[in-house]
């Protein structure tokens, strides 16, 4: 039987991926090739290429360097470029989702099953070599966001940007907005989740404010607590937002419960979203205003 060790850590060192050449010179015949993908699991993304799973600590990663195995002018751009990047805000990836992958105008490739070409002609500014993945720049990776996806994604992505240090938010100000109104001009470098964004923007939209973002309440009593992702602090309104997963941490989600509890007796409203709730603008904007009518009833009714 064939030992595959020599393949799996030739593999590892290429972020999971090799090609059938390296392979073969390891001494995978075409027959242990496919044994391999039927009984180990191993996928060929491309022609000519194969994933091994066991060898990859980061799919999105590994897809980009399968790309770029393939395609020896391909640059991995667009919604490809902003997961090799980790930006988060993007939609779960889905299993049929392609490798989006730049290549020069002169390029006579034809597009494979698992990809999706363009033909353009990057600037060289646009373009970094990471471990020998041709990949967008996190800024030129932004401006594609803005073109093909959704303003919450575009706005969310360049948040993650920012929160990760892979721009800075006078470099984003400065950036060219292929769509207008430019969707940088939403983003809040205080936001810390994708969530809180979606949360925002329907109350930006409606021109509910100020909003301010990591709000940190100080009670009557002088204590300051853990800040509110999302505070109408004219109002009293508190807004919190539970991400996909929920808290890992118990101790962390008794303790912003016992918050609640404090902000509350302190004349705090707290309103928490989910991740459902968050895709739900009109359910958003309808439960902030609720929240602000009552306020002002109870105003109104102190005066």
Known sequence: MLDLTPIIALAREQDGIVSNAQAADLGLTPSARRNAIERRGWRRPFYGILFVPEASKDVDRSRARAAA???SEGVVSQRSAA????????????????????????????QPPGVALTWQALAPDDVVNVDGILVTTPARTLQDLARTESREVAVCVAESAVRKALITPEELAALPAPVSPSPWLLVDPLAQTPIETLVRLPLVDAEIGPLVSQ???????GIT????????PLYR??????????????????????????VAEDGWIIIRFS????????????????????????DALGR
């Not at 980790?86 to 006579?108: A, D, I, K, Q």
């Not at 008794?254 to 609640?260: A, F, H, I, K, N």
């Not at 958003?284 to 109870?298: E, G, H, S």
């Open 275 to 298: 991740w459902q709730d968050a895709l739900r603008p009109a359910y958003v904007l309808q439960t902030v205003n609720r929240a602000i009518d009552r306020v002002r009833r109870q």
């Open 69 to 71: 195995m393939r395609f």
């Open 237 to 262: 309104i508190g807004l919190e937002a539970d991400g996909r997963e929920g808290h890992d941490d118990d101790k962390a989600f008794v303790w912003d419960r016992r918050r609640d509890v404090l």
């Open 225 to 232: 607590l853990a800040a509110i992702d999302l505070a109408l």
């Open 215 to 221: 709000y940190e309440v100080t009670t009557s009593s």
């Open 83 to 110: 997961r090799f990047w980790g930006l988060e805000g993007l939609p779960r990836r889905h299993h049929s989702e392609p490798v989006f992958v730049t290549l020069p105008r002169t390029s006579g490739c034809r």
